[in-house]
Structures are given as C-alpha cells and as structure tokens.
T-cell receptor, first 115, second 112 residues
Framework: GAGVSQTPSNKVTEKGKYVELRCDPISGHTALYWYRQSLGQGPEFLIYFQGTGAADDSGLPNDRFFAVRPEGSVSTLKIQRTERGDSAVYLC?????????????FGEGSRLTVL | GNSVTQMEGPVTLSEEAFLTINCTYTATGYPSLFWYVQYPGEGLQLLLKATKADDKGSNKGFEATYRKETTSFHLEKGSVQVSDSAVYFCAPPSNSGYALNFGKGTSLLVTP
C-alpha cells in the first residue's frame, strides 16, 4: 500500500494475555519506529529499527515488551502478560533515514484495550 | 534525552483569529525541529520543519522559526480556519537522533 499499515486497528484483551501488533511500513523505508500514545498525551518512543536490527530500544518500558523485524520490512510488537496500564494506541512510523533528517510517516495506530 | 515543553490546550479560537502555540525544547547541538499534526480520525503527519538555526518552516499558512537563543520553535498562523481543528505536536529529535520526542500536544478547536 501507499502508507504505513497497522493491524489490528483495535484489540481488546484480558489482563495477563499475550498480544501481537503488526506494522507494514512504506516500501523502501529502512527505518521503522514504534511509539505508544496514551489518552491526552503525546506519542512516547518505544523502539527504533534500522533494517533488521533494533538500533535503539531504550523506550521499551520493561521486558514484557519485545519487537522484531526479521526481514527488514514488516515489524511485530509483542506484549507478554498484558496489564491494564498497557492500554494505549500503539503507533508505527517509517522513514527513509534517521528521523533528524527526514520525515516520519505514521500509521493510524492499533488501539489496545486491556480489561 | 531532549525534552520538549509545549503550551497546554485546549485552545479555542474563532475563525480568522491569530494562532500561537508555544514550544521550547532542550537539545544537544542544533537538531532539526518539527511540528506534527493529528486531524480527527487520522494518523500523525508532518506539518512543517526547520533544519537549522534561524530557519523558518512553513506549510498550509503555518509558520515556525527555529530560535536557538531561546530554544523555541513556536507555531503561528495568521488566520485559522475550521479545518485547522486538530492536535498539534512539537517534536525535536531525541539525543540519540534516532527518534523524535513529542510534546504532550495542543488541541485546537476553531469555531465558525
């Protein structure tokens, strides 16, 4: 597709369950980012990939969160043992290069609700 | 990392009013600076950017000037329209340069 695609758009799960969120970036974009946006807040950085490798994962809140990008394109954010505090919109973005030189293109997000 | 302080909303203006949304940041060096916008029901998108000190970014009638002396990047528009109703985010890069640090966002509502 023309833009960044995220699935599912909505996910409702129960506390303690495992969740996967998928991001399909714009074709040719080597950089991929995951952000989390809670209600009334700005996006909070989670992790950045350059190609297949996680160049910066300093924003992951704890070891329940993990992300992969095995072929340098699609990425999956994985959350284990979900907690109610994980409820948020998870945003994915991609860019041609590092964000300080270029524009980030965002998907519409995956809204996660943990009951 | 780099931090950003953004004027809190919500801001409500009448159509054709003047808009200013303040943004100040702390940064290592002189990075590029960005304003992003989130229209209702849509994803975040770049509004404008400035790549060096004293540079002015502009788009859709919005402007912001990169002031290194005051470490500010205030967003302005001379005459807002109802279609400008959205949430605006100031975003300097993080210290690593790999990501953007977003402010909390300023919600703007323009009434006819």
């Amino acid at each position: 597709g023309a833009g960044v695609s995220q699935t599912p758009s909505n996910k409702v799960t129960e506390k303690g369950k495992y969740v996967e969120l998928r991001c399909d970036p714009i074709s040719g974009h080597t950089a991929l980012y995951w952000y989390r946006q809670s209600l009334g807040q700005g996006p909070e950085f989670l992790i950045y990939f350059q190609g297949t490798g996680a160049a910066d994962d300093s924003g992951l809140p704890n070891d329940r969160f993990f992300a992969v990008r095995p072929e340098g394109s699609v990425s999956t954010l994985k959350i284990q043992r979900t907690e109610r505090g994980d409820s948020a919109v998870y945003l994915c973005a991609s860019s041609l290069g590092r964000s300080n030189t270029g524009e980030l293109f965002f998907g519409e997000g995956s809204r996660l609700t943990v009951l | 990392g780099n931090s950003v302080t953004q004027m809190e909303g919500p801001v409500t203006l009448s159509e054709e009013a003047f808009l200013t949304i303040n943004c100040t940041y702390t940064a290592t060096g002189y990075p590029s600076l960005f304003w992003y916008v989130q229209y209702p029901g849509e994803g975040l998108q770049l509004l404008l950017k400035a790549t060096k000190a004293d540079d002015k970014g502009s788009n859709k009638g919005f402007e912001a000037t990169y002031r290194k002396e005051t470490t500010s990047f205030h967003l302005e528009k001379g005459s807002v329209q109802v279609s400008d109703s959205a949430v605006y985010f100031c975003a300097p890069p993080s210290n690593s340069g790999y990501a953007l640090n977003f402010g909390k966002g300023t919600s703007l509502l323009v009434t006819p």
